[in-house]
């Protein structure tokens, strides 16, 4: 059973990882409106997988006695200047995303509640990989400076980049 402490930092992290799900949506429908195919696809795979994260820590919550709650969900920004600004936004959120994680396996282990510490290695790992991909995405991008004919090839490229 979880303790009401846990439950709740769960539930935040719920939250959080609603909000990654739908930040990349917007992001996914910037990019196709703008005729970023690849980038799109690429943001549209991110929105699922986040869902998956989101429902993963759902589950869990209620699997441990505990009440999984929907939250109401701020609003993703809209528009941005370029595919740049979304890989720069995509590594800071990432980078808030691991701190997170982090602060969330702290409150566990304050809690001795290692069961759930264990099911938040999988978190922890998985950040890992995804501040590398955004990094190295974004790396990719600034060498391009924006020069139009790599950026069709990055584009074509990057549909078949998986972050998760
Ligand atoms: Fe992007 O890893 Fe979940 O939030």
């Not at 290695?121 to 955004?134: C, G, K, P």
Request: proline share 1%.
């Amino acid at each position: 059973m979880l303790s009401k402490t846990v439950e709740q930092a769960l539930n935040q992290q719920v939250e959080l990882e609603a909000y990654s799900a739908n930040l990349y949506l917007a992001m996914a429908s910037w990019a196709d409106k703008e005729g970023f195919a690849g980038a799109s696809e690429f943001l549209y795979e991110q929105y699922a997988e986040e869902n998956t994260h989101m429902i993963k820590i759902f589950q869990y919550i209620n699997d441990r006695e505990g009440h999984a709650i929907v939250a109401a969900i701020e609003q993703p920004p809209a528009d941005y200047k370029s595919i740049q600004e979304i890989f720069e936004k995509t590594l800071v959120h990432e980078k808030l995303i691991s701190k997170k994680i982090n602060e969330l396996v702290g409150v566990c282990m304050k809690e001795n509640d290692f069961t759930t510490v264990n099911f938040l290695q999988w978190y922890v790992n998985e950040q890992i990989e995804e501040e590398s991909t955004a990094r190295s995405i974004l790396d990719k991008l600034n060498l391009l400076e924006g020069d139009a004919s790599k950026m069709y090839l990055f584009d074509r490229d990057i549909a078949s980049l998986r972050i998760l």
